[in-house]
């Protein structure tokens, strides 16, 4: 019985918590839509989607797998003078 009621707790903060967020994002939401339409549109395309089975919370990123086009491995550039996709200082400035 005091299981059930904890766990009755925690879920019913959750679920207050959740219902607090769903708010708050719904009062965002408008004030985006009367400042910038398009933004608003641009947003709720590109909600980030969680991979199946996680928890939807962070985790730090991985490592790229090895001989991955990210490893760092030595890779074939198809532009000429890439230089390992590294900018050496001074090559790209800006002017005002």
Not at 12 to 18: C, E, H, I, S, Y
Not at 64 to 70: C, D, E, F, I, N
């Given at each position: 019985?005091?299981?059930?009621?904890?766990?009755?707790?925690?879920?019913?903060?959750?679920?207050?918590?959740?219902?607090?967020l769903q708010s708050r994002l719904a009062?965002?939401?408008?004030m985006v839509k009367v400042k910038n339409p398009s933004l608003l549109l641009q947003l709720q395309r590109t909600v980030p989607r969680f991979p199946p089975g996680s928890?939807?919370?962070?985790?730090?990123p991985q490592p790229p797998a090895p001989g991955s086009a990210y490893s760092g491995a030595a890779q074939p550039?198809?532009?000429?003078?890439?230089?390992?996709g590294q900018y050496s200082s001074g090559t790209r400035a800006f002017r005002s």
């Amino acid at each position: 019985e005091v299981v059930r009621a904890q766990v009755s707790y925690r879920y019913n903060v959750v679920r207050a918590r959740m219902q607090l967020l769903q708010s708050r994002l719904a009062d965002i939401n408008a004030m985006v839509k009367v400042k910038n339409p398009s933004l608003l549109l641009q947003l709720q395309r590109t909600v980030p989607r969680f991979p199946p089975g996680s928890t939807g919370m962070y985790s730090p990123p991985q490592p790229p797998a090895p001989g991955s086009a990210y490893s760092g491995a030595a890779q074939p550039h198809s532009s000429p003078g890439a230089s390992g996709g590294q900018y050496s200082s001074g090559t790209r400035a800006f002017r005002s």
